[in-house]
C-alpha cells in the first residue's frame, strides 16, 4: 500500500532535523513539495537542501503550486475551509498520480505538524474523499514555540501556572483574559499593542527562528512595542514574507512600574 510520512523539519535551522526526521527523508521515495512563490522560495529552499543532504537515491522531486488563501474577506474561517479544501485537491492528485503503488511519499512541513499547521487536516480530508487508499505516519518536529524559547534562554511554563497557546487574532477579539503566560502564533494585527495593560506584561518576540535572517526583541511591552512593530515591517518589506511568534508574560503587580503621576 502507498505510505505517506509528514515530516516536522524545525522551525528554520537546518540542525533542528531530528534523527527521527533524518531517517524519515532517508525512508520515502518521492518528495512533494509545495511551491509558494518567487517571493517564499526560501521556504522550498531549505526542503531541498534537506532531501539533497539526508535522501538516498533514487528518489523523485514533484512540485505543485500551492494555491492561494483570500486574505481580504472578513470570512476567515470559510477562507480557510476553501483553501484547505483546494489544497486537498492537489494532495489527492499527488498521491494518486505520482506515488506507486508500495512506495513512501513525504511531505516536509515547517515546524511541528500539530501545531497550527494544516497538512494533518488535509490528508485526513484526502482519505475521508475515498479516492485514494494510504497509510501515513507523522514525525515531530521542532516548533517555533521550541526555538523562540531557546533562543530568548527562558522556559515556556512557570511553577503551578497554565501555558496558553492562541492566534493574535483571538488576542485582538478576547483579550489575555487571565493568562499568565501567553504563546502567541499567526499575528499580523500586532495584537500586543492592544492589550489593555501593557505595562502588565513583557514579551519575548522572534521572526525567521532559526535562519540567517533571525530577530529577536525581548522586553516590557510597553517600552519595546512600537520597536517590535518598525522592525517587522522593515523585515516583511526586505524579504516579502514574515513567520513570526511570541510569547506573553504577565509581570506581577509588585513588580510592575509605578504609573506616571
Known sequence: ????????????????????????????????????????????????????????????????????????????????????????????????DELGDDETGAFLVWGDPSLYDSTLAIVEEVLDRGTVRFEYDVVPGISSVSALAARHRTSLTQVARPLHITTGRRLSEEGPGGSDDIVVMLDARHAFTSLPDPTGFEI?????????????????????????RDVRAEARERKGWIMDTYLLRRVPRAERPEPPS
Open 204 to 228: 519575548y518576540w522572534g521572526a525567521y527562528l532559526g535562519t540567517p535572517d533571525e530577530i529577536l526583541v525581548a522586553g516590557p511591552v510597553a517600552e519595546v512595542a512600537d520597536r517590535i
Open 1 to 96: 500500500m502507498k505510505r505517506i510520512l509528514i515530516i516536522g523539519i524545525g522551525a528554520g535551522n537546518p540542525d533542528h532535523l531530528t534523527l527521527q526526521a533524518v531517517k524519515a527523508i532517508a525512508a520515502a521515495d518521492v518528495f512533494f513539495i509545495l511551491d509558494k512563490g518567487e517571493v517564499k522560495h526560501d521556504l522550498v529552499q531549505l526542503r531541498q537542501d534537506l532531501v539533497d543532504a539526508h535522501a538516498r537515491a533514487p528518489y523523485r522531486l514533484v512540485e505543485a503550486r500551492d494555491p492561494d488563501r483570500d486574505r481580504t474577506t472578513p470570512a476567515y474561517a470559510g477562507a480557510v475551509e476553501d483553501w484547505r479544501s483546494r489544497r486537498a485537491d492537489i494532495y489527492e492528485r499527488l498521491v494518486r
